[in-house]
């Protein structure tokens, strides 16, 4: 049954993302920031964690996960540092994420060719 939990989650919020593409004219940058964004506000009025909790990666992988991901990391952050932890624990946390992005970016540039269209 989990699996059909964490498919069915992580189904939802792409299904979420393919209707504001269809049905409206954001265009996909402004998408993805709205995902993070909304990560964000849910975990900070804790409606996302039971999510998490609920659906494990079909709610963390997508990127309202990376969101809630940056939004606990800052209030371990303040916790541990006070202040300062506002603007190093978002970052601290999604460290591992961001490097691996960049690592496997940049292995991917360096093994394939682009072309133009």
Known sequence: ??????????????????ALIDYTKLTPAK???????????????????PIVEFAGAGATVPLTGFGHLLAEGIRKGVD???LAGIFTGGI???????????????AAALIFKSKDK
């Open 1 to 18: 049954m989990e699996f059909l939990y964490v498919f069915l989650t992580g189904g939802v919020l792409c299904a979420i993302g393919q």
């Open 31 to 49: 998408i993805l920031v709205s995902f993070v964004v909304a990560g964000v506000v849910l975990s900070a009025f804790g409606l996302y964690a």
């Open 80 to 82: 541990e540092k006070g």
């Open 92 to 106: 601290t946390a999604a460290s591992g994420g961001i490097a691996a992005a960049i690592i496997f970016g940049l």
